[in-house]
């Protein structure tokens, strides 16, 4: 924890939202790659030869997403904060799509609930009102899939809540 606060993904975690528990150490090798290869990308600095053939595909599906929404990129791996509420992260993409600013998290293709709270937490970093969406990326397409429930905003607060809890009694 820098500055002592949370993670977004920790209070996912610990709040009961997410279990990790079933992820295998090869989709998080895969999910890494396929981050830093976006950024290699985003940065039109890829060489696609150095690129894992495992990754190749997701990858291309992210350059169809480039291609076909045409996204200004604003901010990559960008680190924010929330000082009132005492929490911390790293948002995937911060983009403009047709005058609107996003916050878009990188997923491999399975959709999940708490998938939204994540973005929800990353928008409360932010004095103004964001969209949100998560990206899944498959081997055979793209998914962008927006986070819109208003009331995803109040589970996150409640999230944060029940991990600090948690927390400062050791459960």
């Known amino acids: 924890m820098i500055n002592g606060y949370p ?9 009961g939202l997410v279990n990790a528990d079933w992820y295998t ?9 396929v981050h830093i290869a ?3 990308l985003d940065q039109h600095d890829l ?3 150095s690129v894992d053939p495992s990754v190749v ?19 990559i791996e960008e680190e924010v904060t929330n000082e ?18 996003w916050i878009v998290d990188f997923k ?19 004095p103004r009102p964001m ?12 998914q962008f899939v927006e986070h819109k429930d208003r009331k995803d905003w109040e589970t996150a607060k409640a999230a944060i809540s029940i991990a600090s809890w948690k927390e400062a009694h050791g459960v």
């Open 7 to 15: 993670r977004v993904t920790d209070i996912l975690r610990r709040a």
């Open 25 to 33: 150490e090869e989709a998080r090798e895969r999910g890494s790659a």
């Open 38 to 40: 976006a950024h290699f």
């Open 47 to 49: 060489d696609w030869a």
């Open 57 to 75: 595909p997701r990858l291309r599906q992210y350059q169809k997403f480039l291609d076909e929404v045409k996204p200004e990129i604003l901010a």
């Open 84 to 101: 009132a509420l005492q929490y911390q992260g790293r948002l995937d993409r911060r983009y403009r799509i047709d005058s609107q600013e």
């Open 108 to 126: 491999g293709p399975g959709q999940a609930p708490w998938q939204a709270i994540q973005t929800a937490l990353y928008a409360g970093t932010f």
């Open 131 to 142: 969209r949100r969406a998560a990206l899944h990326l498959s081997d055979e397409r793209y």
